[in-house]
T-cell receptor, first 109, second 112 residues
Framework: GQNIDQPTEMTATEGAIVQINCTYQTSGFNGLFWYQQHAGEAPTFLSYNVLDGLEEKGRFSSFLSRSKGYSYLLLKELQMKDSASYLCAVRGGDYKLSFGAGTTVTVRA | AAGVIQSPRHLIKEKRETATLKCYPIPRHDTVYWYQQGPGQDPQFLISFYEKMQSDKGSIPDRFSAQQFSDYHSELNMSSLELGDSALYFC???????????FGPGTRLTVL
């Protein structure tokens, strides 16, 4: 199985930057994903990392260090609509996707 | 663009009843995944199918079964429903093992 840890909650101000950390221990590794999920809705894909380094996509960036079992999702220029749960998910050697418990981000005006 | 379709969107059943959830993947996607998400919990992988064959199995109870049909749609059959089965059930699809899984809107199952 996979052990995936991420903070439960984070709060930030509109326009600020927030970094959500994720650490994992897996048997095999075939990529790390970040998903955004609003309450009662389906997760939506944000980013994918399989090699070490930073992937930037607009206001969102994701970083991976495979040797450290560590990733972060960086949200810049926060907007009210960014208030959601952010799920770190790891695809193991068996290609199954295992999700972390999610980090609830609250953006305040 | 076409997305993953799930039906029904909401379902209310009583204990010990059966339920069938349907998933229609994005056209030309051959892989389907089922997840269960309880209130305040992360999605838990149940089972997946690739080219109509079961490819992986997660924490799916023996009371549940699933299959993928020739048109690639999938059905999750749930019997002897229990209160704890109340959850959001998501279906996702992908093309083979491509990295992105596209999630459907989910079916909210309530067991009374």
């Amino acid at each position: 199985g996979q052990n995936i840890d991420q903070p439960t909650e984070m709060t930030a101000t509109e326009g600020a930057i927030v970094q959500i950390n994720c650490t994992y221990q897996t048997s095999g590794f075939n990529g790390l994903f970040w998903y955004q999920q609003h309450a009662g809705e389906a997760p939506t894909f944000l980013s994918y990392n399989v090699l070490d380094g930073l992937e930037e996509k607009g206001r969102f960036s994701s970083f991976l260090s495979r040797s450290k079992g560590y990733s972060y999702l960086l949200l810049k220029e926060l907007q009210m609509k960014d208030s959601a749960s952010y799920l770190c998910a790891v695809r193991g050697g068996d290609y199954k996707l295992s999700f972390g418990a999610g980090t609830t981000v609250t953006v305040r005006a | 663009a076409a997305g993953v379709i799930q039906s029904p969107r909401h379902l209310i059943k009583e204990k010990r009843e059966t339920a069938t959830l349907k998933c229609y993947p994005i056209p030309r996607h051959d892989t389907v995944y089922w997840y269960q998400q309880g209130p305040g919990q992360d999605p838990q992988f149940l089972i997946s199918f690739y080219e109509k064959m079961q490819s992986d199995k997660g924490s799916i109870p023996d009371r549940f079964s699933a299959q993928q049909f020739s048109d690639y749609h999938s059905e999750l059959n749930m019997s002897s429903l229990e209160l704890g089965d109340s959850a959001l059930y998501f279906c996702a699809s992908s093309s083979g093992h491509s990295y992105e899984q596209f999630f459907g809107p989910g079916t909210r199952l309530t067991v009374l």
